[in-house]
Nanobody
């Protein structure tokens, strides 16, 4: 399978924006569902957003209207545009492949190192 590397995290003030990228070592065109997941301190990993090859999307209620997931199959890259960030969004963000088109289905298996997003003033 392809290797996925997250980047773009950092420190941002409440209300700010950040764009995360997930670069794949190989083509992602044949991966039906990809998603962004996050794990906050003391909490289990949760789904943030998922997207199909054709561009259909689903979001967790907590980020709906604030986050936008997209994918560029030609560039083998997955993106997560985050706006109106709040302290509750602080977490390590990961990208991965998904079997189901649902934010409630958390992939099992291997995960990358993720990218840290910290929202604080």
């Amino acid at each position: 399978q392809v290797q996925l590397v997250e980047s773009g995290g950092g420190l941002v003030q409440p209300g700010g924006s950040l764009r995360l990228s997930c670069a794949a070592s190989g083509s992602i065109f044949n991966i039906g569902v990809m998603g962004w997941y996050r794990q906050a301190p003391g909490k289990q990993r949760e789904g943030v957003a998922v997207i199909t090859t054709g561009g259909s999307t689903k979001y967790a209620d907590s980020v709906y209207g604030r986050f936008t997931i997209s994918r560029d199959n030609a560039k083998s890259t997955l993106y997560l545009q985050m706006s109106s960030l709040q302290p509750e969004d602080t977490a390590v963000y990961y990208c991965n492949t998904g079997l189901m088109f649902s934010v409630f289905d958390i992939p099992t298996g291997s995960w990358g190192q993720g990218t840290q997003v910290t929202v604080s003033s």
